[in-house]
């Protein structure tokens, strides 16, 4: 587990507090992550998912001068048409690969802190999370919004940061940690006091999908015991 440093948030009043007091100023966007991933080759950036495909290749160097990640995406972009042939803006069709699962060079951000919050502390629990916090003057010209966006990036709140660099790298005063031990703490006020779980962030069928595990493994014994049940009954008459 990660070590705590001195005058880290120590309970879930404390970590809303210092959110809210740098929120207070207005014009931020946030990224919840539920590591700080600070181990090479990551060294601390919040990046899209596709430039992580290159920064994760050991034989590629993704700080040389002629990579280019938007080149890549204009070119995946162009292939994708031979999937859906249905005209659509190019931030819609990038906000829908990237919805399925899909690798673009978006960054998925979000309006409201607290849906931030929510997804730094849903994974890695033995981890701690942290929430970006980006000044949206000083990024404007990287900010997109999806055109009719689909259920989950309004209940996200979602804004998309769309870096020619693929990365960005936050200042220290940008980012709040979130000790792993919180994490559980956290995810029971949200859901108790503001209505945010699994069940409203993910509210599609992606969403059970990605729940479906612990679903099926409740579905299955309840099956399995039903069953049983019906059989012994059926066994003494």
Do not use: W
Not at 49 to 71: G, K, P, S
Not at 161 to 169: K, L, W
Not at 188 to 195: A, I, K, M
């Amino acid at each position: 587990m990660d070590k705590e440093k001195p005058n880290e948030p120590s309970t879930v009043d404390d970590i809303l507090r210092k959110i809210e007091e740098k929120a207070d100023g207005g014009g931020y966007i946030y990224r919840g992550e539920p590591e700080h991933y600070q181990e090479d080759p990551y060294y601390g950036k919040v990046s899209s998912n596709l430039y992580r495909v290159f920064l994760e290749l050991e034989d590629f160097d993704v700080e040389a001068a002629q990579f280019d990640i938007e080149d890549v995406q204009m070119g995946m972009l162009g292939a994708v048409k031979e999937f859906s042939r249905e005209p659509v803006s190019e931030i819609k069709r990038l906000a829908e690969i990237q919805h399925y699962g899909g690798k673009t060079n978006l960054i998925d951000f979000t309006e409201d802190y607290l849906v931030a919050l929510f997804i730094a502390c849903d994974g890695s629990p033995d981890k701690n999370g942290r929430v970006i916090l980006e000044k949206k003057e000083l990024i404007s010209a990287y900010i997109e919004k999806p055109y009719e966006p689909i259920n989950r990036v309004i209940a996200q709140k979602s804004v998309f940061i769309r870096h020619p660099d693929g990365f960005m790298s936050p200042s220290g005063d940008d980012v709040m940690n979130i000790p792993a031990v919180l994490k559980q703490p956290v995810l029971g006020h949200l859901r108790n006091s503001h209505g945010i779980s699994v069940e409203t962030i993910y509210n599609d069928v992606h969403g059970f999908i990605k729940d479906q595990g612990i679903h099926l493994e409740v579905y299955k014994s309840h099956y399995i015991g039903l069953t049983r049940e019906q059989r012994g009954d059926s066994e003494n008459g």
